[in-house]
């Protein structure tokens, strides 16, 4: 556990030092399994963000499905932020790999690593109404 706080620290402060001020991971899945979809970076200010909708609105993203120059997903950090993440703390969300499944968009503040998620599982809902007559009376 030790080894993995140390080894995250050091990647935060590598990306800082590139610039990278912030991290969002999107992740999504159903049916019993989930995974991180995609990564992106910002090189912008975080100061104005409160929430997930100011970070997603307020900050421009790079990367993700795109591969970004400051980080790619075939790089060491990136893969230390995905298995962290996923491991500590998106498998400790509500329920959003099973049955019908969920998605969700988790930012991390550069070096802080202090987050927020928001988190969404899907709910089948089922209106049953019954009905009580005659074929004959209808015909």
């Known amino acids: 556990m030790q ?15 590139r610039g990278i001020t912030a991290l969002h991971i999107y992740y999504e899945g159903s049916g019993d399994s989930g995974s991180i979809d995609y990564i992106e970076y910002s090189t912008d200010s975080t100061k104005a963000c ?3 909708e100011d970070y997603y609105q307020k900050l421009e993203w790079h990367g993700g499905y795109k591969d970004g120059a400051l980080f790619k997903s075939d790089m060491h950090e990136y893969q230390i932020i995905a298995e962290l993440a996923h491991d500590h703390v998106l498998d400790q969300q509500e329920d959003w790999w099973n049955n019908e499944g969920g998605f969700g968009d988790m930012y991390i503040e550069i070096p802080s ?3 927020v998620i928001e988190n969404n599982v ?3 809902s089922i209106d049953t109404q ?3 007559d005659s074929l ?3 015909v």
């Not at 706080?5 to 990306?15: A, I, N, R, S, T």
């Open 122 to 124: 899907r709910i089948v």
């Open 113 to 115: 690593g202090k987050f």
């Open 130 to 132: 019954t009905e009580y």
């Open 3 to 17: 080894d993995n706080k140390k080894q995250l620290e050091g990647v935060l402060m590598e990306l800082g030092i």
């Open 50 to 52: 409160e929430d997930a």
């Open 136 to 138: 004959i009376d209808r």
